[in-house]
């Protein structure tokens, strides 16, 4: 059964970092596209960035220049390195793994909390 674990969420002060983990339990990983989105109280989720099997990149503008998506196909996880965070970054975390080809994969993580607060 595939998993998603996150991991790394807590509350932090404006200004602060954070490392986001996400470890997956899917045999052939290197070939997802993974993903992380959010969900803030009261609003739709969101993506926040995602990393294809070769690397590329895709970020919100909310969140270019302070965020960074990155893979270790090794370990089958994902991360998210998130500097700079803002009270609008305040929202569960949750990461996505896509495979594209036939058969079409997706899954979710069950989600971590982030809170930016003073």
């Known amino acids: 059964q595939v998993q998603l674990a996150e991991s790394g969420g807590d509350l932090v002060q404006p200004g602060g970092s954070l490392r986001l983990s996400c470890a997956a339990s899917i045999s052939d990983f290197s070939i997802y596209r993974l993903g992380w989105y959010r969900q803030a109280p009261g609003k739709q989720r969101e993506l926040v960035a995602t990393?294809?099997?070769?690397?590329?990149?895709v970020y919100a503008d909310s969140v270019k220049d302070r965020f960074t998506i990155s893979r270790d196909n090794a370990k089958t996880t994902v991360y998210l390195q998130m500097n700079s965070l803002k009270p609008e970054d305040t929202a569960v975390y949750y990461c996505n793994a896509e495979k594209t080809l036939f058969p079409r994969r997706v899954y979710w993580g069950q989600g971590t909390q982030v809170t930016v607060s003073s």
């Open positions: 990393i294809t099997s070769g690397g590329s990149t």
